[in-house]
């Protein structure tokens, strides 16, 4: 009897906050590729966004919690979080690996990430440790076609045009998020007074 591997999606991401667009391309990602469970990883300190302001790692942890709690395929990784220095997708994958030895993994990413790619760390490494997938995004075109077919993935999904960049200014101004992210997650926002000119701090 062959036993089928668990097939493990991972969803990255800075998720400042993390947003219903997310869900979606996860939940999208998971129905499509039949995966048993999806990871959120929130970054640590994103090689990407070094110059940006962003909200400490363990608010970020935290509504992620909040936001995958009630899909029991969705779980929340420190991986990124836990580990010191930028966080790189192939330190990402490697841990992940060594938690879960005999799985594969499927790296979920947005048709904005997913051209920055090919510049990635150890690019032709992350080839061999998961399969990508790259799913659209309003305001973005999805091109693959410079990446191997072997290894990558064009996914269209519902169209949510919403960025954290969006939920950070509306929270700012004083503009509501509700329906843009979790109900759980507004709550969250409201209770620590994220986005606002004096947040409330949580040990990170
Ligand atoms: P920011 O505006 O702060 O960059 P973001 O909304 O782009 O935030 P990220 O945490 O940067 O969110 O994105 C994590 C991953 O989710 C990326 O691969 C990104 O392309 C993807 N993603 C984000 N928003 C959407 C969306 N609305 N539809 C599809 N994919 C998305
Ligand atoms: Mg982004």
Request: proline share 5%; charged share 25%; glycine share 6%.
């Amino acid at each position: 009897m062959t036993v089928q591997r668990r097939r493990v999606g991972v969803m990255g991401g800075t998720f400042d906050p993390i947003h219903h667009g997310h869900l979606v391309a996860a939940s999208e990602v998971a129905a499509r590729f039949e995966l048993d469970e999806v990871v959120f990883v929130p970054t640590g300190q994103s090689s990407f966004k070094q110059d940006q302001d962003v909200s400490p790692a363990e608010h970020r942890y935290l509504m992620t919690v909040i936001a995958t709690a009630s899909n029991p395929r969705f779980t929340t990784s420190r991986v990124d979080i836990d580990r010191a220095g930028l966080t790189y997708t192939v330190d990402t994958l490697r841990d992940l690996r060594s938690e879960r030895p005999d799985v594969d993994l499927f790296f979920i990413t947005g048709a904005d990430a997913i051209e920055q790619i090919a510049g990635w760390k150890d690019a032709e490494e992350l080839w061999e440790m998961a399969h990508f997938v790259a799913v659209s995004r309003p305001g973005h075109t999805l091109s693959v076609a410079a990446l191997p077919p072997s290894v990558v993935s064009a996914l269209e999904i519902p169209a949510l045009a919403i960025s954290s960049t969006d939920c950070r200014a509306r929270a700012k101004a004083g503009d509501p998020v509700w329906y843009l992210v979790p109900d759980g997650v507004v709550q969250y926002i409201a209770k620590y007074g994220l986005y606002r000119e004096s947040a409330v701090k949580v040990a990170s």
